[in-house]
Nanobody, 124 residues
Framework: QVQLVESGGGLVQAGGSLRLSCAAS????????MGWFRQAPGKEREFVAA????????RSADSVKGRITISRDNAKNTLYLQMNSLEPEDTAVYYCAARSTYYIALRVLDYDYWGQGTQVTVSS
């Protein structure tokens, strides 16, 4: 069982930056591929970025490529999402998710554990 708690969301002006964190419980964090997803009002949850268990492999959505960096600190059981050049279209609840395997996945249904989400609001 993995428990995930996100933090770092908030209100920011367009062009600003935020760093989201996700603290994970359990002793197997380095074995879990991790991902960030987001869900805007009235829209489906969508993939943002993912990272392998070791951190050696990452993927990101085209909509955020070049503006975000996903990283992890396995010694601290923590996942990060650095977001720069934020746009109003980035406004959403951001969710941290974990897989029961090392390997990256891009689909919501491929993830086994989810956090409660953190709100990111970007004003124009």
């Amino acid at each position: 069982q993995v428990q995930l708690v996100e933090s770092g969301g908030g209100l920011v002006q367009a062009g600003g930056s935020l760093r989201l964190s996700c603290a994970a419980s359990g002793r197997t964090f380095s074995r879990n591929a991790m991902g960030w997803f987001r869900q805007a009002p009235g829209k489906e949850r969508e993939f943002v970025a993912a990272i392998s268990g070791s951190g050696s492999s990452t993927r990101s959505a085209d909509s955020v490529k070049g503006r975000i960096t996903i990283s992890r600190d396995n010694a601290k059981n923590t996942l990060y999402l650095q977001m720069n050049s934020l746009e109003p279209e980035d406004t959403a609840v951001y969710y941290c998710a974990a897989r029961s395997t090392y390997y990256i996945a891009l689909r919501v249904l491929d993830y086994d554990y989810w956090g409660q989400g953190t709100q990111v609001t970007v004003s124009s």
